[in-house]
């Protein structure tokens, strides 16, 4: 048998030859998995997916919460506050949920929390404040308290839950934005930005707009037609009279002064009004600042 004499200069050439393309393939495997499994893309993108998640369960609980007032059967207060503490309820379980997303940033995971414990307070607030204005409510129709009282107490009631209600909503604010600023700074070369848009302040000319048509406010069904004038049905809870009068009004900034046919003047001061539900503020005969809801009607 020949023998054959395996020198090393026999691999020498095509080993320098293949060995270069070996390297260069296995760092551009390397570099193409880099590339499409890049982990802090990744958490980087399942990050501001979860934040435009929680944005869209707080949009809804707006939207929501607006409308309720307009939604639920008339005079049947239980049902209405079961459903705000309901909508609170199931705000706060969906963000519990987003929690358990594996590729999600702690940071967001720490909002997560601050909303989640506002949630909580939110709904503590709401179920105390609805329990005590629905007694008062109960005590002045079974004549345990001075009607004429009833607004007064509820007013008080009323202010002391909207400053509760602020400080819950904005106590973390300053946190949650530092936060979302580190967020920002770390994954800004892949996702757009975590901030949130400064509120949108409506304008003088979309509110005197939108409040004109027909609205309904417990025993008073105000009409504002484009002109300036309008009509104004108030019902006498006592006897069911009503008295139907026409105006004419004036808005100035927010605030719109309504003049009754009779030589009566009522004045309210805007703060919110959209397509279903208009929120407004007006001091009642004994001076107490009363918050309060009208629906359109058309």
């Known amino acids: ?28 495997a390397t570099s193409a998995y880099y590339i499409f499994n890049n982990p802090e893309k990744t958490k980087a993108k399942s990050t501001y997916a979860t934040w435009k998640v929680i944005n869209q369960f707080e949009e809804m609980l707006n939207v929501s919460s607006e409308l309720l007032p307009c939604r639920s059967a008339t005079g049947n207060e239980i049902q209405m506050k079961k459903d705000f503490i ?17 590729k999600l940033d702690k940071r967001l995971s720490a909002v997560l929390n601050l909303k989640i414990d506002t949630y ?36 008080g009631m009323q202010t002391r839950y909207i400053n509760n209600l602020n400080h819950v909503v904005y106590r973390d604010t300053s946190m949650i934005n530092s936060i979302l600023g580190q967020l920002n700074q770390s994954y800004s070369s892949y996702v757009d930005s975590f901030l ?14 939108l409040i004109t048509g027909t ?11 484009p002109g300036g004038s309008g009509n104004w049905v108030e019902t006498n809870l006592k006897t069911g009279e ?10 100035k900034d927010a605030l719109v002064t309504i003049s009754l046919e009779n030589g009566k003047q009522r004045e309210f001061l805007i703060q919110k009004v959209g397509a279903e539900l208009m929120t407004f503020s007006f001091a009642d005969k004994a001076n107490n600042i009363i918050t309060a809801n009208a629906c359109r009607i058309k």
């Open 215 to 225: 609205w309904l406010s417990t025993n008073v069904t105000f009409e504002f037609k």
């Open 242 to 251: 009503e008295n139907n009068l026409d105006l004419t009004w004036t808005i």
């Open 86 to 102: 309901h909508l609170y309820e199931m705000t706060r379980q969906n963000l519990v949920d987003l929690k358990s997303e594996e």
């Open 196 to 209: 949130v848009a400064a509120e949108k302040i409506q304008s003088f000319e979309e509110v005197k707009k």
């Open 120 to 155: 909580d307070e939110l709904k503590k607030q709401t179920e105390v404040f609805l329990d005590s204005a629905g007694l008062v409510q109960l005590m002045a129709k079974n004549k345990e308290l001075d009607s004429s009282n009833q607004n007064g107490i509820i007013s």
């Open 1 to 28: 048998m020949a023998k054959f004499n395996l020198k090393s200069e026999y691999f020498t050439a095509p080993i320098k030859a293949v060995l270069p393309g070996i390297i260069i393939s296995v760092i551009g």
